[in-house]
């Protein structure tokens, strides 16, 4: 089974501060990974993918995101954050070469961006 | 174009009754995932259609729970004698096609609300 961890549930940073959102999983497989953003009362939206080559994948909204398989993490970054940003962000697997595709999401942290 | 919709947006019921929620894919796309998020589960796979089967209902969380999808487009998810702990927003994905390097793009998500 797999499952995925997300550190914080909650981070406060200031405008134009880094900001990193950590996430680990588990799994006895290979696997897809992924990082979605909820903006309130609104449904999830793809920030990056990692699927293979490169493990510095770059997303929209200035995101990137690096996958480590040796400590199985792939934390999202942001190098200057802006009061937009602030929404829940969603870390998640899914099995890589089974067929179905469902997503295993972490519990999600909540990014506050404060003037 | 048009995204994913799901309707109604907001579902208040009363403890006992069945429910009915509709999504409506992206035009094309032939696979079709059902979510529930929830204060204490977090985001949890419910079940996926290919056309119009379901080759994984793992997720579903008891017999009450069932799902449908026509003519390899709309789905319903069907709840029989809604429990309070039934209470969460349901969202429905969609994409090109089964397998995790397919995007999945989300829907707003229903409120489902058990009184």
């Known amino acids: 089974a797999q499952s995925v961890t997300q550190l914080d549930s909650q981070v406060p940073v200031f405008e134009e501060a880094p900001v990193e959102l950590r996430c680990n999983y588990s799994s006895s497989v290979s696997v897809y990974l992924f990082w979605y953003v909820q903006y309130p009362n609104q449904g999830l939206q793809l920030l990056l993918k990692?699927?293979?080559?490169?493990?510095l994948v770059k997303g929209i909204n200035g995101f990137e995101a690096e996958f480590n398989k040796s400590q199985t993490s792939f934390h999202l970054r942001k190098p200057s954050v802006h009061i937009s940003d602030t929404a829940e962000y969603f870390c998640a697997v899914s099995v890589r070469n089974n067929q179905g595709g469902k997503l295993i999401f972490g519990q999600g942290t909540e990014l506050s961006v404060k003037p | 174009g048009a995204g994913v919709s799901q309707s109604p947006s907001n579902k208040v019921t009363e403890k006992g009754k069945d429910v009915e929620l509709r999504c409506d894919p992206i035009?094309?796309?032939?696979?079709l995932y059902w979510y529930r998020q929830s204060l204490g589960q977090g985001l949890e796979f419910l079940i996926y259609?290919?056309?119009?089967?379901?080759?994984?209902k793992s997720g579903l969380p008891s017999d009450r729970f069932s799902a449908e999808r026509t003519g390899g487009s709309v789905s319903t998810l069907t709840i029989q004698r809604t429990q309070q702990e039934d209470s969460a927003v349901y969202l429905c994905a969609s994409s090109l096609g089964l397998g995790g390097h397919n995007e999945q793009f989300f829907g707003p998500g229903t409120r489902l609300t058990v009184l």
């Open positions: 259609f290919q056309g119009n089967s379901a080759p994984d």
């Open positions: 035009s094309g796309h032939t696979a």
């Open positions: 990692y699927l293979s080559g490169s493990t």
